[in-house]
């Protein structure tokens, strides 16, 4: 708009751009003054730069949460997961980017002034804590990226712990069932066992006798030697009839023994993918809030509260400027134009509070032109019947007998 007094510089695509953000009216901000123009601008940019910071923070998130799992330290990217997090990133952003332009432009000037009542505070009070939910949801996933390294590390020795863990739970189950198993079996494991144990012990003599490492004996294949090797051969022929005496049963623990191993093994190779699925978001933002300290997790999540929450406060401190008046008196033509009138503080309500009176003239003007209509069909109605009563009358008083004639039929 040209001025003698006053010329405002052209606007550019991203200040409009931002106005748009920030809620802002271009037909009016190009009307008003420069200042007014740069304020919705910054207003915007906090909007926009918000939007994109939750989609950024949501985007690493989903990829933490649904990317492959494995080593914390060597974890490649996975092409597919992060084409996913971008689209639910700009999902995301986008999803923020308009509850903030809407906490934004549903703020309003509150009383006009720089300074922010308590009263005022009262009624942004619902847009704060949404605003408190956003910052903290965005600041979380930001915390994690920055300490990565050293989550990673500290992860990683989690893994680690939790495969010796795994590992040793898995052998003592095992090792329970086994003990179980042969238990079930009764005493023939236990008596089998015990036979090899004796023959282990007389192959042991029988070759020491031979070898010449039994005192007081004479080395070689003596009387002595024979009769060991006679003990060993009884012992072995016993194994050999308790095997066949006992073939079904030993055979079925066997069998089921091999069947516990193959288990157990299976478990124990389970033992690194079970470790490595300790690679949640959850279990990152706990290392995160370990590895940071409460301190410096709190400053980053004020950080993004007072980036999320500054639009509402500088919204409330705003002074009411051009712009503001111009707004009112473009509402007030649209009320006007559209037969609205608002009288102002006109009434008090049950609690004593101030209220607006609202009057619709095209509505009353309408409604007025519906009545008169109908109370006019009453009128004309009205005549209709008095007029057919008349006539009525007329043909009973020219044909009594024929009208008394015709009711009794």
Not at 90 to 115: C, P, Q
Not at 359 to 383: G, W
């Amino acid at each position: 708009m040209t001025r003698d007094y006053y010329e405002l510089p052209k606007s550019t695509l991203i200040m409009r751009f931002l106005w748009k953000c920030a809620g802002g009216d271009r037909y009016l901000l190009e009307r008003s003054t420069y200042s007014d123009q740069i304020k919705y601008m910054c207003l915007g940019g906090i909007v926009f730069a918000t939007g994109a910071m939750a989609g950024l923070a949501g985007g690493y998130a989903f990829y933490t949460i649904f990317e492959p799992r494995g080593s914390a330290i060597e974890n490649p990217i996975d092409a597919q997961t992060v084409i996913l997090a971008l689209f639910f990133g700009v999902i995301w952003g986008l999803m923020i980017f308009n509850i903030d332009r809407f906490i934004v432009t549903s703020t309003g000037k509150g009383d006009g002034t720089e300074a922010i009542t308590i009263g005022e505070l009262k009624s942004a009070f619902p847009r704060i804590i949404m605003g408190i939910i956003i910052a903290m949801t965005i600041s979380k996933p930001v915390e994690i990226r920055m300490f990565k390294t050293e989550i990673d590390i500290k992860l990683r020795e989690k893994q680690l712990e939790q495969q010796a863990d795994y590992q040793a739970k898995v052998d003592k189950t095992y090792s329970d069932r086994e003990k179980l198993l042969e238990k079930e079996f009764g005493n023939i494991a236990k008596e089998r066992n015990d036979l090899n144990e004796r023959i282990k012990n007389s192959e042991k003599e029988y070759i020491d006798q031979l070898n010449g490492r039994v005192e007081g004996s004479v080395p070689g294949d003596g009387k002595l030697a024979g009769a060991l090797k006679a003990k060993l051969d009884d012992l072995t022929n016993q194994l050999k009839e308790f095997d066949v005496k006992n073939g079904k049963n030993l055979a079925e623990l066997n069998k089921r023994k091999e069947e516990l191993r193959t288990a157990k093994e299976k478990e124990r190779n389970n033992n690194e993918k079970i470790a490595n699925g300790l690679d949640g978001l959850l279990e990152r933002i706990k290392i995160a809030h370990e590895v940071s300290g409460f301190w410096i997790s709190l400053f980053i999540t004020l950080l993004f509260m007072a980036i999320e929450l500054t639009p509402i406060f500088f919204k409330l401190m705003l002074t009411k400027t051009t712009y503001d008046y111009l707004a009112e008196n473009r509402d007030e033509l649209i009320k006007a134009e559209n037969g609205i009138e608002v009288r102002y503080d006109y009434y008090k309500d049950k609690q004593g509070i101030e209220r607006h009176l609202i009057i619709n003239h095209e509505a009353d003007k309408l409604m007025f032109e519906k009545i008169k209509i109908s109370e006019i069909q009453r009128e004309l109605t009205n005549y209709a019947v008095s007029k057919y009563k008349e006539r009525e009358l007329k043909k009973i008083d020219d044909n009594l007998e024929d009208y008394i004639k015709n009711i009794n039929e």
